[in-house]
């Protein structure tokens, strides 16, 4: 609570001071996944935990931007905070494959310029987010995959944190690779293509999106994909336009859920180009794509959004996606289920 009291206070004499100097308005907002969940299954002290990490990775992003800093500045620093929180699906926390390894995607990209850093798939690095701004700002490059990442990765030991895979190692996360084995083996050992929409296990993600007072807008994503994902799967965090996405001219966006859909549907890209061509607002075409299109395809999907106005929406067409924001009036809010 009164760390709440601390960010809004903080927040409040931002836009004061905005006001005052006349720079825009400041925002942010950053999900940790979607999917089903059960007010019923999560005690209190568990619920305090998540909305107390929240906050934490809030206030790391939105010190960045109260202090005159880039939106991709303050949506890296919100997303390094979740990527070391186990709560998370994300570098520390993230879920295993079926070969019971850890590989981890993410994305960064800038809405001035539409400039990106993408990862996939790489298991040595502590903090996956640090790894695509370097793509973005040191590469010609955008998408590293695997060991070419992390070659890439090689070049920059002061400023990466390089970890034993066995880092990511968390017993609730291998736990939950027995759970998903268990239930796959009792269905005949098939390898589906449909998540269980019924299954906790699936869960995760973490993504940020800003806006900073120049009025530009970024956004991040990181995970560590789906339990029980075959070797060398690709999930649609690290796919621009699909799991991350930013312009200036319309919104910063990052999504959570089954990435094989938000994939095939390019969904952000897709919410973008509803309010370009289709001239809607951001509520309206985040809406329409998660809650009308990606429910038709059957895609269990959540959306983070934010646009150069410091307009926040976070739509998910799931029970529960957890989920935080300061907005430009300095109200903060976190929260896990529908409301
Ligand atoms: N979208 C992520 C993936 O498919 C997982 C998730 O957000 O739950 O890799």
Redesign the pocket.
């Known amino acids: 609570m009164r760390r709440i009291l601390m960010i809004a206070l903080i927040a409040l004499f931002m836009t004061a001071c905005a006001e005052a100097e006349d720079v825009g308005p400041v925002g942010i907002a950053i999900h940790g996944?979607?999917?089903t969940m059960d007010p019923e299954d999560m005690d209190e002290e568990r619920e305090a935990e998540y909305h107390a990490a929240l906050e934490e990775a809030l206030e790391a992003g939105h010190e960045v931007l109260a202090d005159g800093g880039e939106s991709l500045d303050a949506v890296q620093a919100a997303i390094r905070v979740l990527e070391d929180e186990p709560l998370f699906?994300a570098g520390r926390g993230s879920v295993f494959t079926s070969d019971g390894e850890n590989e981890l995607?993410a994305a960064l990209m800038d809405g001035r310029d539409l400039n990106a850093g993408a990862v996939a798939g790489v298991r040595k690095i502590r903090n996956p987010i640090d790894l695509t701004r370097l793509i973005m700002d040191e590469s010609p490059h955008v998408l590293f995959s695997g060991a070419g990442a992390e070659r890439f990765a090689e070049n920059f030991e002061d400023e990466l944190e390089f970890v034993d895979p066995e880092f990511f190692h968390t017993d609730h996360r291998w736990e939950q690779l027995q759970e998903a084995q268990r239930e796959e083996a009792e269905q005949g050992g098939e390898f589906r293509s449909e998540r269980n929409p019924g299954s906790e296990h699936?869960?995760?993600?973490v993504g940020a999106v800003a806006l900073d007072a120049e009025g530009n807008l970024a956004a991040g994503t990181s995970?560590g994909?789906?339990t029980n994902?075959r070797f060398g799967r690709i999930?649609?965090?690290p796919i621009l336009g699909s799991?991350t996405y930013a312009n200036n001219e319309t919104a910063a966006l990052s999504?959570?859920?089954?990435?094989?859909y938000?994939m095939r549907a390019v969904t952000l890209h897709d919410i973008s180009s509803v309010m370009m061509y289709g001239e809607k607002s951001l509520e309206e075409a985040a809406d329409y794509v998660v809650n009308e299109k990606l429910v038709d395809m059957g895609g269990n999907a959540g959306v983070i959004a934010i646009d150069g106005e410091g307009n926040i929406t976070m739509p998910f067409n799931t029970s529960g996606m957890y989920r935080g924001s300061i907005d430009v009036d300095g109200n903060v809010k976190t929260a896990i289920f529908a409301e």
Do not use: Y
């Open positions: 996944g979607a999917g699906n995607d699936a869960l995760g993600t995970t994909g789906m994902k999930g649609d965090v799991g999504a959570t859920g089954h990435g094989e938000i």
